[in-house]
């Protein structure tokens, strides 16, 4: 609800009201809430569940009695206070009741659910008629939710939404058009451009729903223009049902003629017509009071003139005068009484005519000027159109409660009154604004049907065809507006743009000759007006239709040449550039267009509408096929930049999908190109650069996921490359794909030894049919987890089956053989070990592998020839492996240590020695400097014990 002006003790008051309502409630209990409107005072029985079946009557003078059968439910909760309130003055709640005392007798009160919570809202308010009241015999009065229910048109209205809910689906794609304005029922809100107005032949018929009315039930009778008799149009059938479910046809006005004679003889009668619609309410009867006012004997100020001055004031656009007029004759008691109340209501209609354009801002002073009106005597014949007004007021401001209150009262209290049909006009009108066609179309077409002779069952049937129209049912909105031009054949002399719908009806359904009939007449009219350029445009897209390409580039051409900068002349420059009508391109569309030998660069006609026109209709259009033509012509960073362009300037779009589609191609075909240049940096660059490919990256191509996600592995991210990859090892192979998905995360897991992730992989990719190389990299992979893992019993079996793979990479190759040797060294197999170790060796030096593989295969190569009794071979290769450590290696002294004792075993005693005292000086500092020390020491005292030990000879 928009926020209104109100007194601050009243704003505290509600304020205080809104926050204690806003505690929560108790979950399993029924809770009685209180707050203080400007116009009324509202009880809210919020439920637990869904409000339970009720009645709400007046069974007292200063009493209502909510009955609910079932029981209101246990009552909890603070108790309101009505201290402050001028109505309700207390609230006894029982189990199965709930009565409401108040102040006084003249009250009113309505009532209405809501759900979400489940709420009864019970609205009470002050009404001089209430005091009129009084018990019957029989029956009480009763609620006007009763009420509601045994309305027919209530109970249609049911009907009718419950019918649409279970049979109507809406087509995905909504067209736009161009909206219209509604009939007016405020005196002096004058017609607007594109609007539809009823004529001066309908006004006596509508003199209700102005304020101008003085008996609702009388029709004043005004001449019309003397026209032929003319067979009035058969009411379509099918308006009967839904009206995406016609059948049959429509009855012909003329059955001696076709449809295209009958056309062709009205159109050509067009006249031109005024650009100003027909003014409603100018030409108004005289309202009786002023006639009234002309007899009576002069009494005071002359009231007829100051209601003449008033008026005049009003029409002119000079609200604050008339406003000054009518003051006069409100505050001056010697007013006639008629006088006086054509006066109050006529200031709501200036009030609302004056803040049009503010009504949210200025809601308090026209509601209350009608309220002032209506309660100056309730007996009036105005008091139904003012109550049409006040629901149409709230629905401006999006008061929609008190709309739907206003409107009820209407339909429920003066259900044959001439205003109830507007009811569905403007629910209506109000769906349609919002975009809500289904509904917009369900309350016109029951207006239509139950009231085929209200004064606006012509606009009724208008904004039915429209609502159609957006809602996609082509067939049965051509039908609609058929069944207009046929009951109202002079239509489109009182509202030219008729036409203009009769021409889009007819070519959405393919007619493309009437289409282009109606296109010509509407623009011959006034060949210079403000849709003319459009409407060429048009006449053009028929004429393509019709395979007339000629005349279509003559009309294009005069489009361009007539109105360069206008919607119909860029459209038309548009179609002469691509030589056809594209206005949903596709890449495969604008592709083939572009291969063609073109008269004019398509591009500069797109560049221009950008850049000139950037607030056309036609300018995200020219976006998306400029993002094509630079992805046609492999200027990826171009189209990549102009789908960024239209994602920034043209959100709401609905070829939004498409541009970001184009771009996503134009980032993928770019990538790829990146990454056969290894040019890794410049494609996450361009990843970070245009947040549309990130809010957008499940439409990222597979192909272009694997580029990116090697680029972040390239560029040491390896948290978003597997954010790319692994969802691809959760679904089913995708051949090329999903083995790049593996090879990447394999390759961050080795990185970083996550042997266990390894092994997971293995389980994902377990069912997929892998080539030869990719079932190498994966065993070779599952090899190492397991070895890492400790779990040499299955690393064995992949190091076997890869160190005689000749296929494999040589140096994974070697490495495989490495982790062989030893296993086969563990196992005492020396002759296995040392082919394999040998052979690992040989491949590791040939590609310069990894120095510690190398070390370690020397190292096997030692401990197997040491353990076989080779000893200067295992020297050989220990002088081999000294060559691939520096001396400042930790384990440097270990070798020396380990090669002086081979010496030793050799019998080369003055060797081992030699090394064993360079050992000791040179790594004092060492476990083996020290080892060689002690060495050296044991071995002196074994020489000077041998000096005491007998002659071996003598022995």
Known sequence: MKKRNVRSKVCTLFLMGMIWCSHPLDADAMNLRFGIH?????????????????????????????????????????????????????????????????????????????????????DVFRDPLGARWKKAKDQGAKSSAAAAKKTPAAQAQKHRAKKSSESVKKPAAQKKR??????????????????????????????VA????????????????????????????????????????????????????????????TRPAS????????????????????????????????????????????????LEQLGHIISDKRAPKDMREEALYMKGDVLYAKYGDDLAGHFDEVNGAYEIAMNANLDSSRVPAALLKRGVLNLRVDNVPEAKAFFKILRDKYK??????????????????????????????????????????????????????????????????????????????????????????????????????FYWAYYNIDPRGDDADIILARIGDAYVNMDRFDAAR??????????????????????????????????????????????LRPSRIYKEIIKDHPESKLAPLAQLKLAIWELWNKRYLDGLKASSDFVKNYPESELLPRAVDVGMQSFSAMSKALVAEENYPLIVKLWEKYPFLREHKDQLSPGACMALGLSFWKEG??????????????????????EMAMSLALSVYLDNQAWDKVVEVAKDVKNWELTPEHQRELNYAQGLAFENLGKMDKSKSFWKKLAQDKELDPRQRAYAQNFMAQSLYDDRKYKEAYEYAQESLSLLLDTQGNENRIRDD???????????????????????????????????????????????????????????????????????GRMASSDLELAALEENAQQYQPDAQLQ
């Open 38 to 122: 400007p116009d009324k005072e509202r009880l809210v029985f919020t439920f637990p569940n869904s409000v339970p079946q009720h009645t709400l009557k007046r069974t007292g003078r200063n009493e209502l009695q909510l009955v609910a059968p079932q029981g209101l439910g246990p009552y909890t909760g603070k108790r309101p206070r009505f201290g402050n309130s001028k109505l309700v003055r207390a609230v006894n709640v029982s189990n199965k009741s709930a009565g409401i005392r108040l102040g006084t007798d003249a009250f009113g009160y309505v009532s209405f659910t809501l759900k979400s919570p489940s709420r009864l809202v019970v």
């Open 178 to 207: 161009t909206h219209y304005e509604v009939p007016n029922v405020f005196r002096g809100e004058l017609g607007k451009k594109g609007g539809v107005s009823p004529t001066k032949k309908e006004i006596a018929s509508q003199a």
């Open 210 to 269: 102005a304020s101008t009315a003085q008996n609702p039930d009388a029709q004043p009778q005004v001449k019309a223009e003397k026209t032929a008799p003319q067979k009035k149009a058969a009411m379509p059938k099918e308006l009967s049902q839904k009206p995406w479910s016609f059948r049959g046809s429509i009855d012909k006005a003329d059955g001696k003629k076709n449809a295209k004679e009958a056309r062709a003889e009205r159109l050509s009668q």
């Open 275 to 322: 650009k100003d619609l027909p003014q409603p309410l100018v030409d108004a009867p005289e309202p009786e009071s002023l006639k009234k006012a002309e007899k009576a004997p002069a009494a005071g100020p002359d009231f007829g003139k100051l209601m003449n001055a008033a008026i005049i004031a009003q029409n002119g656009k000079q609200y604050d005068a008339a």
């Open 416 to 517: 044959n009154d001439p205003n109830v049909p507007l009811t569905y006009y403007y629910w209506g009108d109000y769906h349609f604004k919002n975009k809500d066609y289904e509904r917009a179309a369900d309350e016109f077409q029951y207006l239509v049907q139950v009231y085929p002779d209200c004064t606006f069952v012509r606009e009724a049937s208008l904004g039915l065809a429209r609502s159609l129209k957006e809602l996609g049912y082509d067939e049965q909105a051509y039908k609609i507006v058929d069944f207009i031009e046929k009951r109202w054949p002079r239509f489109y002399i009182e509202f030219p743009p008729f036409l203009q719908l009769e021409g889009d009806a007819a070519y959405a359904v393919k007619d493309y000759e009437a289409a282009k009939d």
């Open 554 to 599: 003559e009309i294009y051409e005069k489009a361009v040449s007539d109105f360069p900068d206008r919607e119909g002349g860029l459209v038309s420059k548009m179609r002469l550039a691509e030589e056809g009508i594209y206005d949903e391109p596709s890449l495969a569309q604008m592709y083939s267009i572009f291969d063609r030998p073109l008269t």
């Open 717 to 738: 991210q390896p948290g978003r490359t597997l954010a790319l990859t692994e969802p691809y090892l959760k679904k089913p192979q995708i051949p090329e794909i999903s």
């Open 858 to 928: 020397l190292r096997i190569l030692m401990d197997v020839t040491e353990k076989t009794g080779r000893i200067p071979e295992t020297l050989k290769w220990a002088a081999e492996y000294e060559k691939h450590m520096k001396k400042d290696d930790p384990s440097y002294p270990a070798l020396k240590y380990r090669v002086a004792g081979l010496y030793r075993k050799a019998g080369d005693t003055d060797r081992w020695k030699n090394m064993l005292k360079t050992l000791a000086k040179e790594s004092s500092d060492t476990l083996y």
